[in-house]
């Protein structure tokens, strides 16, 4: 770097508040600027009075090194400060005035070490002894202050040496823990040597000096960080006490800064990785060497202690990292084992017998003796992206689209618009018919309707409301019946318009009913299939093993709610439970491609990448959930084991150091790991989960066992013998977690399904807080049915529709009753099944079923085309319902063959 100088300026511009010993009537006082050793010259006298501010014109240059490393860190160490002080005129008997200490105020020069070349501070006045004004002195009432201008001629580094270089700064909070020995021992001193780069292929050792024994700092709190030797709760406590209580070096000039230049910055970047430490040795210095006496190689000779503390440094390279502070234990001073850690961290320094025997010998390990120390960046070796370039990152990944239009039923739309034709068409024939019976005998009603019907024919308004009505018939029979072609076959023709004939009388009527009521109330919505509870079906499907219904039922669910974020998740997790990775993922993009900062599709898509082998788009996902969400304990645990995963352990020390302080603030929450366990079980991603249960140590053994149980069940093919061994651990800690005995009850189902019963009954026996466990009703209920215990089966079912009614738990319920002859049960139970969802093959097959055995034909009849129509396919249902139309004497020719009995 070059020699140019620059000139430091101070002005002083005014003084606040009141100075302590400030007369009433005036204390004259002049003010002095002093920059390390060099002093400024006095201001001229200045009248202060009691009680009032005091404009002041003052100021000192001073020169100073410009894009210099040296002085850079000259202006970074050093202080501005500025002394005011009280003059006392002399009498005949003295010569020359007397100037006393009034107070000092210290200035910070770091902000001159940046762009700016000016700044101004109001800095506190720190008062002296009192003044000879004795008992004329007047108490301040306020602290004084002073506030000063401090400017540089030009800037200290120039634009691109500023750019390329960080400032850092070492801060001694003291050795602490000392052994008994060197707390009563006087005549000593301590200092830090830190190893820091100094170019891009030599290092310096700079030094803080001047430590001394001070009495212990009492029980006041450590302001320490959570990094270093000592971080866990035990040692965190050893700390306060050992601050508490016994005696620590104090350093008189505890910070130190540090220029480091851009080939020196580049230097610490590369090496840090692999070094992963910055050696700091603490020598304990005899009183001669302390004050340079001696040889010239005394200071060594005069060591009586050589030891050193590795300061883990890895946090700075975190992104938007700028400090790093702890204790780090201090150790025996070994060139070895420093060279050694200094090459790379990965080779193991080598150890002798000697080096064991030395250690042993140390005091400081009896004690344990701490450096506590503070590390400071002025900017991030490694910038933090911002959340904006993040999400601009995903989509490239995942392009943004608008959210889906909602789709109106154009089946609903045309029977709408019939219905309103109907309404028009009727309106319009009142008010001919009011025409015709104008001057007619009211009692007259056939003449009437005679004329009216004349009128309509000659006037061509009868073919005009056929016109009118033929347009809507014609889009009820494309969209309702999905009928665009002509009917060859007679029969199938005959049977479609029946099925036509009564849907539109069935509207018409109801049309009419709504125009012509006199007492008119807002009509009862029609039963309309939710997402919710789409979703509960598919979920029920799912817990009873039917993964081809379950599978039918979200793809259902996204058809009719395409605009339902949650809906597309929900069918993302269970596709991706069921093992189709490929559909998972391209269900979690439309949730990112429409909200592309949804957390749980965020975390969701980089799972699934990170199995897929997408590393690269893996990081970046998980890097912009934390972003977004910087304090979510699962967002920042998930990232810890991908950086694990991947065998970056520096990235998954910062993850998981971040993950326990969001941890830290919600102290009530399920433990960091297994919430990234359950996560992962919710997606299925098995080798996942396990890797995240291996990490898990502060949980309760039940809640691991649990967690574990739930992955095994996720397995496909489920291992049920070890899903059993899981659950007994957790029973055997928690004999009456319900939750436990539900898992074991699902892992029993198939296996042994009178055990199931067993462990489901106990689960629902147990006192909850809430409501039962109404999956364990639904899968006991289930158990029941299969095992043909149709009172059991009806009890359970009505227990389950009383927690989570839904179109399956009536369905049971109607399927029991049916079986134990309670026909008019299990016709109300399939009515209010089909409330819940009217597209049920099953549910119309048995009500069929159950019509015939009341003896209710049509309605028999009825039932069996919507099951036919909605593709009815259970051919024991099938065969049941034949054989009983059959013996009541009426078949059905459009039923389709029916498969051999087994």
Not at 107 to 125: K, M, Q, R
Not at 314 to 335: D, I, R
Request: charged share 20%; proline share 5%.
């Amino acid at each position: 770097l070059s020699n140019m100088s620059a000139t430091l300026t101070v002005a002083v511009v005014q003084l606040q508040g009141e100075l302590k010993y400030a007369r009433t009537d005036g204390t004259t006082i002049i003010v002095r600027a002093e920059f390390g050793k060099r002093v400024g010259q006095d201001s001229s006298e200045i009248t202060a009075h009691a009680g009032a501010s005091l404009d002041i014109s003052y100021s000192a240059a001073f020169e100073i090194p410009a894009e210099s490393s040296a002085g850079v860190e000259e202006v970074a160490n050093s202080r501005v400060v500025v002394h005011v002080c009280e003059v006392s005129k002399g009498d005949k008997k003295k010569k020359g005035d007397t100037i006393t200490p009034v107070g000092s105020a210290e200035i910070d020069l770091l902000p001159l070490v940046g762009p700016s070349t000016e700044f101004t501070v109001t800095a506190p006045i720190t008062l002296a002894s009192p003044s000879s004004a004795g008992e004329e002195a007047t108490p301040a009432s306020a602290p004084p202050q002073i506030v000063v201008r401090v400017s540089t001629s030009r800037p200290l580094l120039s634009a691109s040496q500023l750019e390329s270089s960080n400032i850092m700064t070492i801060h001694a909070h003291g050795l602490f823990s000392l052994p008994e020995a060197w707390a009563q021992a006087q005549g000593f001193s301590y200092s830090l040597g830190i190893h820091l780069p100094s170019s891009a292929d030599t290092d310096r050792v700079v030094t803080l000096a001047g430590g001394t024994v001070a009495p212990p700092r009492g029980a006041e709190d450590d302001e320490l960080g959570a990094d270093g030797d000592l971080a866990a709760p035990d040692d965190v406590a050893f700390r306060r006490d050992a601050q508490a209580r016994r005696h620590f070096v104090r350093f008189q000039n505890a910070s130190l800064r540090v220029h480091l230049q851009a080939d020196a910055l580049q230097r610490l970047l590369t090496n840090m990785p692999l070094v992963r430490v910055i050696p700091v040795e603490i020598r304990r210095l005899a009183a001669s060497a302390a004050a340079g006496k001696g040889k010239k190689k005394g200071d060594e000779e005069e060591a009586v202690y050589h030891g050193v503390a590795y300061v883990g440094a890895t946090q700075l390279l975190y992104p938007g990292a700028t400090s790093v502070s702890g204790a780090w234990l201090v150790k025996p001073f070994n060139e070895q084992e420093l060279s050694d850690r200094m090459r790379t961290q990965e080779e193991k320094p080598r150890r002798s017998k000697a080096d064991s025997k030395a250690e042993a010998e140390d005091p400081t390990q009896d004690s344990r003796t701490y450096a506590a120390l503070s590390v400071t960046l002025t900017r991030p070796l490694v910038a933090r992206r911002p959340a904006s370039a993040l999400v601009a990152q995903i989509a490239e990944l995942i392009p943004p689209r608008p959210v889906l239009p909602k789709i109106v039923s154009t089946e609903a739309r045309v029977i709408s618009e019939y219905e309103g034709q109907v309404a028009s068409i009727a309106a319009m024939l009142v008010d001919e018919y009011r025409r015709a019976a104008v001057d007619e005998d009211p009692s007259a009603t056939d003449h009437v309707r005679q004329k009216l019907f004349y009128e309509l024919n000659v006037s061509g308004k009868y073919h005009a409301i056929k016109e009118q009505l033929k347009h809507s018939i014609i889009k009820v029979v494309r969209e309702k019946f999905m009928c665009t072609s002509a009917i060859a076959d007679p029969n199938e023709r005959h049977r479609f318009l029946s099925q036509l004939y009564v849907f539109l009388a069935d509207h018409m009527h109801k049309s009419l009913s709504s125009s012509f009521s006199f007492a008119k109330t807002e009509p009862a919505a029609p039963p309309t299939l939710t997402a919710a509870r789409i979703n509960q079906a598919a979920h029920e499907r799912e817990i009873l093993g039917d993964t081809a219904g379950a599978a039918k039922l979200f793809q259902d669910l996204v058809a009719r709610y395409r605009g339902d974020l949650e809906a597309w998740y929900d069918y993302g997790a269970f596709s991706a439970r069921a093992g189709d990775l490929a559909r998972a993922e391209q269900c979690v993009r439309e949730v990112l491609a429409v909200q592309q900062t949804n957390q749980k599709a965020l975390l969701a898509a980089a799972a699934l990448a990170q199995v897929g082998g997408r590393y690269d788009d893996a990081s970046v996902l998980f890097e912009a959930t934390t972003a977004v969400y910087p304090d979510s304990v699962l967002a920042w645990t998930m990232r810890a084991l991908f950086y694990d995963a991947r065998g970056d352990d520096i990235s998954h020390s910062m993850a998981l150091l971040e993950a326990q302080k969001a941890s830290a603030a919600a102290p009530d929450a399920e433990s960091m790991f297994l919430q990234a366990a359950a996560f992962y079980t919710g997606l299925g991603l098995i080798d996942l989960t396990q890797r995240a249960l291996a990490f898990e140590t502060i949980a309760s053994k039940s809640a691991i066992h649990l967690a574990t149980a739930r992955m095994l069940l996720a397995t496909r093919p489920v291992d049920a013998s070890a899903v059993e061994r899981s659950i007994q651990s957790a029973l055997t800690v928690d004999y009456h977690n319900a939750e436990a005995w539900f898992l074991l009850g699902r892992a029993q189902r198939l296996a042994a399904p009178a055990e199931a019963v067993k462990a489901l009954l106990h689960c629902i026996d147990l006192p909850a807080p809430d409501k039962p466990n109404a999956d364990a009703l639904l899968l006991l209920a289930s158990l029941y049915i299969e095992s043909k215990n149709y009172a059991a089966a009806k009890d359970m079912y009505i227990r389950y529709c009383h927690t989570a009614p839904s179109a399956l738990g009536w369905e049971g319920v109607g399927i029991a009753c049916l079986r134990l002859d309670r026909l008019d049960d299990a016709r109300e139970a399939l009515a209010e099944s089909n409330s819940y969802d009217n597209t049920s093959a099953t549910v119309w097959g048995y009500l069929s079923l159950v019509c015939i055995r009341l003896g209710q034909v049509v309605e028999a009849q009825q039932a069996f085309k919507f099951a036919m129509k909605l593709g009815l396919s259970d051919q024991s249902l099938l065969r049941e319902l034949r054989a009983a139309q059959a013996e009541a004497g009426f078949g059905n020719p459009f039923e389709p063959p029916l498969a051999a009995s087994a």
